[in-house]
């Protein structure tokens, strides 16, 4: 039986540095979160089982299983409706992009190469009010702003 784990979010990244940035930037932009940090999809998966974050950044390229496998595996389980799922991945490749909101990922984010990037888009993404639009419309974040992700044949 799943817990929901509020103000929990949950990185699954096996890159330590990305890691440590992430963690860092998330306490300085908002302290009252706690970072779970899972470092495989194996792991990840498993700490699905057992409880509920109020978001996920889902890394892709992880070992044990793909991030892409994750995502369709949590967005089959009726349990985890209400999970948000960013993608944090390096890839900036619309094929990416596109497969991870066919398997409704909610957001995609492109890891940022600055420390100010990555502050803004936890800023922006963290924000209540901006919440629902945010993760209704298929955004995904690069350079430094959120783009609408329009669907390419």
């Known amino acids: 039986m799943q817990v929901p784990l509020i103000n929990h979010i949950v990185l699954a990244d096996d890159d330590p540095d990305h890691a440590f940035l992430f963690e860092h930037i998330l306490q300085n932009v908002a302290p009252d979160k706690v970072l779970i940090h899972v470092k495989n999809g194996q792991e990840l998966m498993e700490l699905l089982s057992m409880t509920q974050p109020e978001i996920l950044f889902l890394d892709l390229k992880m070992p044990c299983k793909h991030g892409l496998e994750c995502l369709r595996e949590i967005r089959q389980s009726l349990e985890f409706n209400n999970l948000r799922v960013v993608v944090y991945s390096g890839s900036a490749e619309m094929s990416n992009i596109k497969k991870c909101f066919n398997d409704k990922a909610d957001l995609y984010i492109v890891k940022p190469f ?20 945010l993760f209704c419309n298929n955004y995904y974040f690069i350079n430094n702003k959120f783009v609408p992700f329009t669907a390419r044949a």
């Open 114 to 133: 600055s420390t100010r990037d990555l502050t803004n888009a936890l800023t922006y993404i963290l924000k209540p009010e901006i919440q629902k639009d």
